[in-house]
Structures are given as structure tokens and as C-alpha cells.
């Protein structure tokens, strides 16, 4: 099961890009890199997923490198309520297990 | 609306007495999971089921069963909860379109073990 390593913390300005980052160095060829976040104690929201490209919408943008083994999530104008825990899990093709790990708590500062 | 349900939102029990925390979703979703969320330790899956009557271990399924009869529940058993189970549970459902595939997640379950 592929794991992924995340720092545990980050602060961003207000208006300014919040880059995240996601190590998956043991991901394999057919499984996706999903991203979510916690706002407070809700339930996690989905963000935005891929497999080999890069990717975006209306949340947020994804990096993934050409090896796979790393991607950033990037909140182009972060604003105060981007505050949350962000969790980035590595996504079996069939689904089954899936492995959150501690996520990075973003702080966006006024 | 879809959504998934989670009842109860709090739960206080003691030590020993049997429980069930139970999670539905009327999105017809056949892949449902259970976590659970621990200070510093993120969230751990349970238990998750693909289908109807397929059922299989996650990271930490020790001191819990599930069941999973009809496609719309996924009913997570403690049959003797112990203090170490005190936690903040989250029940998810697999979105699936076309293009897309996600986890919707239920508002959660506070239970307290005394």
C-alpha cells in the first residue's frame, strides 16, 4: 500500500499562493493521487485527484512530477477560510484500503 | 440531495457495552469505508466493503465489525468498546461518474468510552 509523507504544518499568506507538498515515492503505475481537506472536525472534502497530468479546477491546482513520486497541490489566492488540515493519500485502481496519514495543517494569516 | 448519514452525532457509552454507529447513503454507492480520527494521528480506515456482502479490513479493524447487508447501510459494531476507541468517526461513500471518482463523508461521530 503506497504511503505518503506530508509536512505537518505550513502557514500562507492571505492572497497568496499555498503551495502543499506530497511525497509518494512508492505509488505505483495505476494508482491516482487524491487530495482532500478538514475544515475544524467536518467531515474531509474532495479537492481534486490525478493520475499522470497535471490538473486543475475551481479549487485548486495539482502538480504531479513526470517519476510520480511527488505532487504539490497549489490554492491560488489562498483566503482565511482555506484554513483546514490538507490530506494528500495515494488511491488504489480498485479502490479498497486507502491510507490518509496525518495531513498538513495550513494556516492562511491575515 | 446526496449525502451520507451518521447517527448518532455523540455518543457516550462505558466500557464494555455493545454499540452501533450507523452510516447510510442514498446515492445507490456501492464502495462505503469507516475511519476513525485521533489527535496527531490523522484519519485511519476501519473497515471498507466494495459491495454488497464483500467486507474487508483497513489499518485498524481490531475491537470493530461491520456489516454490510444492503447496498444503502454500513453499520460499524463495537461489541465491547474500550476506553482506546474513544474517537471521532467518519463514515464515506465512493462518488462515481464518467470522469470522476471522490469520497463523500458523513459529519461524523464523537464517541466517548468511559
Known amino acids: 500500500d503506497a504511503k505518503t509523507t506530508q509536512p505537518p504544518s505550513m502557514d500562507c499568506a492571505e492572497g497568496r499562493a499555498a503551495n502543499l507538498p506530497c511525497n509518494h515515492s512508492t505509488i505505483s503505475g495505476n494508482e491516482y493521487v487524491y487530495w482532500y481537506r478538514q475544515i475544524h472536525s467536518q467531515g474531509p472534502q474532495y479537492i481534486i485527484h490525478?493520475?499522470?497530468n497535471n490538473e486543475t479546477n475551481e479549487m485548486a491546482s495539482l502538480i504531479i512530477t513526470e517519476d510520480r513520486k511527488s505532487s504539490t497541490l497549489i490554492l491560488p489566492h489562498a483566503t482565511l477560510r482555506d484554513t483546514a488540515v490538507y490530506y494528500c493519500?495515494?488511491?488504489?485502481?480498485?479502490?479498497?484500503?486507502?491510507?490518509f496519514g496525518q495531513g498538513t495543517t495550513l494556516q492562511v494569516k491575515p | 440531495e446526496a449525502q451520507v448519514t451518521q447517527n448518532p452525532r455523540y455518543l457516550i457509552t462505558v466500557t464494555g457495552k455493545k454499540l452501533t454507529v450507523t452510516c447510510s447513503q442514498n446515492m445507490n454507492h456501492e464502495y462505503m469505508s469507516w475511519y476513525r480520527q485521533d489527535p496527531g494521528l490523522g484519519l485511519r480506515q476501519i473497515y471498507y466493503s466494495m459491495n454488497v456482502e464483500v467486507t474487508d479490513k483497513g489499518d485498524v479493524p481490531e475491537g470493530y465489525k461491520v456489516s454490510r447487508k444492503e447496498k444503502r447501510n454500513f453499520p460499524l459494531i463495537l461489541e465491547s468498546p474500550s476506553p482506546n476507541q474513544t474517537s471521532l468517526y467518519f463514515c464515506?461513500?465512493?462518488?462515481?461518474?464518467?470522469?470522476?471518482?471522490?469520497?463523500?463523508f458523513g459529519s461524523g461521530t464523537q464517541l466517548s468510552v468511559l
Open positions: 490525478g493520475l499522470k
Open positions: 493519500i495515494v488511491r488504489p485502481l480498485q479502490w479498497g484500503k486507502l491510507i
Open positions: 464515506a461513500s465512493r462518488y462515481r461518474t464518467a470522469t470522476n471518482e471522490k469520497l463523500f
